[in-house]
């Protein structure tokens, strides 16, 4: 409450105060610290909690509390509930699209352990050689090491996806968002014999974005236009991600599918909760992406007439380069 | 045992799969040969090497089934080794009723793959003999007179001597020479070993 005394704000309630009197006093000696929840009473009789944090301080011999207030207001209490329920929504979310792709991913990290086996069979055979080629054996070992380090990426991918945990924005690369997307689909895209075309624009501005919830909303559109390239020939297949800057301090990205299109009918409500045109869908995933998209200061569209297949883009705010934060490693 | 040119062709769009593959064979002095594609695979393929293609069932581009169904258009007859993930078994089924020679799951254990190869291997050294017979054979087959063909049909038949006398109405004296002069230029005798070649090479 910035520029406001306590006694601007309104008053303790009587029970309250030998309660208020107590934890003065003790933070004044020094044996308690933290915040304090104190519930006042405005002049207008409305009843407001603050969060107070206090400690004391020292002014010439004299040990005062110096206490700062901050107002947590029933908007602020349901914002927070319903940033929980949106956070816990994305988590579940991501929750089916992991299980949806298990296959993939299992085929996928089944890559590096094959590799690995063959590697540590072929060390394990060649060491009972008479003639074993030490400087062979090396290499090989080194492949085992670098083939187990490739399937703890694909399970630490996947754990990161799969971890509910608050969102961190952070100055982001977005070509970098789309290629660890990729990652997620590369079993996919090569079982249904999808040409992937990447034209990811040089030098792009970063983005401040959580990483996480980026993927997951590029994972929803990639998916989508997988799904709506199952009826195309396989040697017409091809999904195209853009990547470049937009004036202004805009980055832009496109998503564009060779599939059968979206009908101008539908086009408007595809955004919309539980609409769906897929017998098994749920309907929730481009809302979802949607939401995402809007969390971080961008919008979600169709490129209109864009034929043939259908093309979703997205914008997102460059991140000022003062907002630079250091990543945690 | 496979004849030491025989080559390994390990066909698979992963560089550390394909090369794991091969450092294995090499321990049991196999040559090997590595493609990312089935297309690269197909352009360099020279039929006169013997071997066995190690195909991953799913491949970007032309997939691993698709690869096969262009090897038998192209009358190549290697025995192909499919190598597949979990639950791709419908695939390697297909595979195999298109006539693969058989199938591993991933992961694969060394000594079990290794077995398979030498298997197919000695498998591709017995087709392509039987080929060079057949071929053999064939070439003799032109020999004979157009009276001789009609001679060996009625063999063919499992008709005696007096009865192809009687079906082509000559002597059968002329039809003993007949007969003897088919077994002299086709280079087998007598005539149960003859229809047992015969039936070998498909040509009954």
Not at chain 1, 279 to 289: E, H, K, N, Y
Not at chain 2, 163 to 171: G, R, V
């Amino acid at each position: 409450m910035v520029g406001r005394s306590f006694l601007d704000l309104g008053l303790l309630s009587q029970e309250q105060i030998p309660i208020v009197a107590a934890r003065l006093e003790a933070k004044t000696e020094g044996k308690a610290a933290g915040s304090d929840e104190y519930t006042i009473k405005t002049r207008n009789g409305t009843c407001l909690t603050l969060e107070v944090k206090s400690f004391p301080i020292r002014i010439e011999n004299r040990t005062l509390v110096l206490g700062v207030a901050r107002a947590i207001t029933d908007r602020k209490l349901a914002e927070k509930q319903a940033e929980e329920h949106r956070e816990h929504l994305f988590h579940v979310s991501r929750l089916s699209t992991l299980g949806e792709m298990a296959s993939g991913l299992a085929h996928e990290l089944n890559q590096p352990l094959s590799a690995l086996l063959s590697y540590a069979n072929a060390s394990q055979r060649s060491l009972g050689h008479a003639d074993r080629d030490v400087e062979r054996l090396r290499a090989n070992l080194d492949q085992v090491v670098s083939q187990a380090r490739r399937a703890g990426e694909i399970v630490k991918r996947v754990r990161a996806f799969a971890q509910r945990r608050p969102p961190v924005l952070h100055p982001t690369n977005i070509n970098e968002i789309v290629r660890e997307t990729l990652a997620f689909l590369h079993f996919e895209m090569v079982h249904k014999e999808i040409q992937v075309v990447l034209d990811l624009g040089e030098s792009l501005p970063r983005v401040l974005a959580d990483a996480i919830q980026l993927e997951q909303a590029l994972l929803n559109l990639v998916r989508n236009a997988i799904e709506a390239m199952e009826t195309t020939e396989p040697s017409e297949r091809r999904l195209t991600i853009r990547t470049a800057a937009a004036a202004p301090g805009m980055v832009k990205v496109t998503v564009s599918d060779t599939g059968a299109g979206l009908p101008p009918e539908i086009q408007g409500r595809v955004f919309d909760s539980f609409f769906t045109t897929k017998p098994d869908g749920l309907g929730i995933g481009l809302s979802i992406t949607r939401t995402l998209i809007e969390l971080h200061r961008g919008q979600l569209w169709i490129e209109p007439g864009k034929g043939p297949g259908c093309t979703f883009a997205f914008t997102l705010p460059a991140a000022l380069e003062d907002s630079t934060v250091p990543r945690g490693d | 045992m496979p004849e030491p040119e025989s080559t390994v062709f390990i066909v698979d769009d992963d560089q550390p799969v394909r090369e794991g593959l091969a450092e294995l064979m090499r321990t049991i002095q196999l040559n090997t040969e590595v493609f990312a594609t089935a297309a690269e695979f197909l352009e360099s393929f020279d039929r006169s090497r013997p071997g066995c293609p190690l195909l991953d069932v799913r491949l970007p581009g032309m997939s691993g089934l698709r690869l096969q169904d262009e090897m038998t258009a192209r009358d190549i007859t290697l025995p192909v080794i499919f190598i597949t993930g979990h639950g791709d078994l419908p695939m390697a089924v297909e595979a195999i009723k298109k006539g693969a020679y058989d199938f591993l799951e991933k992961p694969i254990g060394d000594q079990a793959l290794l077995d398979l190869i030498n298997a197919a291997l000695a498998e591709d050294q017995r087709r392509r003999k039987t080929w060079v017979e057949v071929n053999a054979f064939q070439e003799r087959l032109t020999l004979l007179t157009s009276r001789e063909r009609e001679v060996l049909d009625l063999l063919k038949a499992g008709k005696s001597t007096t009865a192809i006398a009687e079906t082509l109405e000559i002597s059968q004296k002329t039809a003993q020479v007949h007969r003897t002069r088919i077994l002299e230029k086709l280079q087998v005798e007598p005539v149960p070993a003859l229809l047992t070649a015969l039936h070998r090479f498909n040509m009954m």
